[in-house]
Structure formats: structure tokens, C-alpha cells
């Protein structure tokens, strides 16, 4: 008896998992560039993030130091290389966040006018607060100003 109460509750348990693995809803994004990380609990200390009209995707354009998550001020470099035909503006955002994946501080930058093959030199700077385990980048440009 007890053997096939097992086996019930085992049969039971198992299609109550699977359905919650498959949805309709399209999956979350794995690229870096698609969403800015929100911040969890109160944001408003943090920087906006600007939008761009017709902005896309551009992290494969940037390059970064090396972002450090000690508390303190810190100084982000990095360049970001037009690989367009035209020129460009660009956003990027450096966000500091936590193990639960909470943006902490955040330090944005716009650069307009990148010439087509261009190259422009950025700085994101932030007071890093206690608690940060990593740092995410995003990137976006669009055509003109």
C-alpha cells in the first residue's frame, strides 16, 4: 500500500513540475543588449537610461576595462567602434548589481556624432556601494542624433 501511495504522489508531483517548465510566453532574452537590467526596490537614485528612436543592439561594438565591484568611486573606460555606414549616437549603461541581480548604482553616457567607422572613448563613473557581486553592460545606437 504504501509502494503504490509513492508511486501516486511521484506520478502526481512530476506533471505538476513539467507544465510549469513550458509556457506560450516567448523566452527571456540572452542577449546582453536586449534589456536594461531594472533595478529592484527603490531606483530613484539611479541614472535613466536614455531611449534612442530605432535604436538596436550594439555591446559587439564596445570594449571595456575592467569594472570593478569593490565599494567606492569607480571609473569605467571603455570605446565603442562604429561598424555602420553612418553616423551614429550611442547609450551606453554600466550597472552595478547585486546576487539577487538588483541594480544597485548604475552610470550612464551618450555619445553622438560617431562617424561611420569611427571610434569615440567613453567614461562611466559611480559611487559602488556594498553588496555589488558583478557588472552588466548595455549598449544601443541609432542613426543621427
Known amino acids: ?3 503504490r501511495f509513492v508511486a501516486v504522489v511521484a506520478v502526481a508531483l ?3 513540475v ?3 517548465a513550458c509556457s506560450d510566453d516567448p523566452p527571456p532574452s540572452s542577449s546582453p543588449h536586449d534589456a536594461v537590467v531594472e533595478p529592484g526596490g527603490d531606483a530613484a537614485h539611479l541614472p535613466p537610461v536614455p531611449e534612442l528612436s530605432g535604436a538596436v543592439g550594439a555591446v559587439a561594438d564596445a ?3 575592467h569594472c570593478a565591484t569593490t565599494p ?3 571609473v569605467v573606460r571603455g570605446k565603442v567602434e562604429n561598424s555602420t555606414n553612418e553616423s551614429v549616437t ?3 549603461a554600466v550597472s552595478w548589481i547585486d546576487q539577487e541581480a538588483d541594480v544597485v548604482q548604475r552610470g550612464v553616457v551618450r555619445m553622438s556624432h560617431v562617424a561611420p567607422g569611427g571610434s569615440a572613448d567613453f567614461i562611466v563613473t559611480a ?3 556594498d553588496g555589488v557581486s558583478s557588472c552588466t553592460y548595455y549598449v544601443v545606437r541609432a542613426p543621427g542624433d
Open 72 to 74: 567606492g568611486p569607480h
Open 18 to 20: 513539467v507544465p510549469a
Open 1 to 3: 500500500m504504501i509502494r
Open 14 to 16: 512530476s506533471s505538476a
Open 127 to 129: 559611487e559602488v556601494p
Open 90 to 92: 550611442y547609450v551606453v
Open 63 to 65: 570594449t571595456f576595462d
